[in-house]
């Protein structure tokens, strides 16, 4: 069974500063890397995906991944107190055809005012 | 944005107890998911299905049924409920297969086992 490892656990930044979080697959078979951010009390939200390596930007979060390593990141730039959640990592297969994610146990992101 | 809708919001049961969670979603998506969330353990998989009268088994099905009657409708079964399933449960789906499309997440369960 595929397992998605996340670190750190959890995060404290200040506002404005930058948060970077990492997500390591151990399953060689892995095509596509999420980012999930799920807010107190609230349902998960798909944030960013990437499957290709290198690097992708929206607004101030950045995805790196590499393929190689089967390691993602993701960064985000002048933190807001409002990026304060816990970030989930996913992984899925493509050959398998299934539509299943793989999830990992997230980090807990606070950003400090 | 895709619309999913889990009923009920809390659930509270004895051990041993029958319950049954309902998903349903209104954008024709094809996949649908049941996960459980656990602090500490993100989420996992329990069931899942690519269409109506199809089930596949996830990463954590035991003690779990689960049944998709019509392309909107996706129900989760615990026939002995016991204390280790309380949980957060939520259901999600998806337009498309093989892991590359977004999923949807509805609102969550509360389950509780006493």
């Known amino acids: 069974q595929q397992k998605v490892q996340q670190s750190p656990e959890s995060l404290i930044v200040p506002e404005g500063g930058m948060a970077s979080l990492n997500c390591t697959s151990s399953?060689?078979?892995?095509?596509y890397f999420w980012w999930y951010r799920q807010h107190s009390g609230k349902s998960p939200k798909m944030l960013m995906?990437?499957?290709?390596?290198g690097e992708k930007e929206e607004g101030r979060f950045t995805v790196h991944l590499n393929k190689a390593s089967l390691h993602t990141s993701l960064h985000i730039r002048d933190s807001q107190p409002s990026d304060s959640a816990l970030y989930l990592c996913?992984?899925?297969?493509?050959?398998?055809?299934?539509?299943?994610?793989?999830f990992g146990d997230g980090t807990v992101l606070t950003v400090k005012p | 944005e895709a619309a999913v809708t889990q009923s009920p919001r809390n659930k509270v049961t004895v051990t041993g107890g029958n319950v049954t969670l309902s998903c349903r979603q209104t954008?024709?998506?094809?996949?649908m998911y049941w996960y459980r969330q656990d602090t500490g353990h993100g989420l996992r998989l329990i069931h899942y299905?690519?269409?109506?009268?199809?089930?596949q088994i996830g990463d954590v099905p035991d003690g779990y049924k689960a049944t998709r009657t019509t392309q909107e409708d996706f129900f989760l079964l615990l026939e002995l409920a016991s204390p280790s399933q309380t949980s957060l449960y939520f259901c999600?789906?998806?337009?498309?297969?093989?892991?590359?499309?977004?999923?949807?997440f509805g609102s969550g369960t509360r389950l509780t086992v006493l």
């Open positions: 954008n024709s998506h094809n996949y």
């Open positions: 299905s690519y269409g109506a009268g199809n089930l």
């Open positions: 399953d060689r078979n892995v095509d």
């Open positions: 999600a789906s998806s337009d498309g297969g093989a892991g590359a499309e977004t999923l949807y």
């Open positions: 995906s990437i499957f290709s390596n």
């Open positions: 996913a992984a899925s297969m493509l050959n398998t055809n299934t539509g299943k994610l793989t």
